[in-house]
């Protein structure tokens, strides 16, 4: 497999869960949350050096915190294929059928309802300081919203077909990369993050067609076998994406 584009591959995929219709809006009160500061402290219409360096530092720890999870489901998921790669020929279409279908959720085919229940983390007071707001992260990835459940199942798949442990724990690595480094910057500039919201909310219907059109492809190359095939061609059309490596 093509592993600098599989890498700029997992990388779009968190970029892509990051501005989905259930994690997107959420972002500035967690936020808000994280640090303990309001929505004008937030947005810098109040002491906004001081509250630019809590919500920062609250949004690194609470980065690490999904960062640990999912890059241990990286390791976990390429330990599970070694261990199942005689029966991988058998288990890729499977996997490739369930992504489609979850893929045909988001373009509208049809709706799985599994897909609109949330599972988020609520607390009732703000966490005590950077290790609350790590513990927040672990929570956010392992309940929240089963929204990016499809894309991050997708980029699994991927880690499962790794030869080794350290590959899976990369690809992985790259998807946190595309999740937390959109949140660390909305959490760096609060303010023109707050602008971008309110005039980006109209482009959430496209984003979720976007996720289905990614899941709907990612499962034919699947089905297909052609996943490697497209990691080549993908290197051949887009050439700087060897920097990777």
């Given at each position: 497999m093509a592993a600098e584009a599989t890498l700029i591959t997992a990388f779009g995929a968190g970029v892509l869960s990051f501005v989905s219709p259930c994690v997107l809006p959420l972002v500035p009160p967690y936020l808000g949350f994280l640090a303990g500061v309001s929505m004008?402290?937030?947005?810098?219409?109040?002491?906004?050096?001081?509250?630019?360096?809590q919500v920062f530092s609250a949004a690194i720890a609470f980065v690490l915190g999904f960062a640990t999870v999912f890059i241990s489901l990286g390791a976990a998921a390429t330990l599970l294929g070694q261990v199942l790669r005689e029966y991988l020929l058998y288990l890729a279409p499977v996997a490739g059928i369930i992504?489609?279908?979850?893929?045909?959720?988001?373009?509208?085919?049809?709706?799985?309802?599994?897909?609109?229940r949330e599972a988020r983390f609520h607390v009732d007071k703000k966490p005590a300081g950077l290790i609350g707001a790590y513990f927040v992260g672990l929570a956010f990835a392992l309940g929240?919203?089963?929204?990016?459940?499809?894309?991050?199942?997708?980029?699994m798949a991927l880690a499962a077909t790794e030869e080794t442990v350290y590959q899976g724990v990369i690809l992985l690595t790259f998807y946190t990369a595309g999740l937390g480094v959109p949140f660390l910057l909305a959490a760096l500039f609060a303010g023109p993050f707050m602008r971008f919201m309110k005039n980006f909310r109209r482009h959430m219907q496209t984003v979720e067609r976007v996720m289905g059109v990614f899941l709907v492809i990612t499962g034919v190359l699947f089905i297909t076998g052609h996943m490697a095939s497209f990691s080549f061609w993908l290197l051949d059309a887009f050439p700087g994406l060897a920097i990777v490596g």
């Open positions: 004008d402290e937030l947005t810098g219409t109040e002491d906004q050096a001081a509250a630019r360096a992504i489609i279908l979850m893929g045909l959720h988001f373009l509208g085919v049809f709706r799985i309802g599994l897909l609109f929240w919203t089963p929204c990016i459940g499809p894309i991050l199942g997708a980029i």
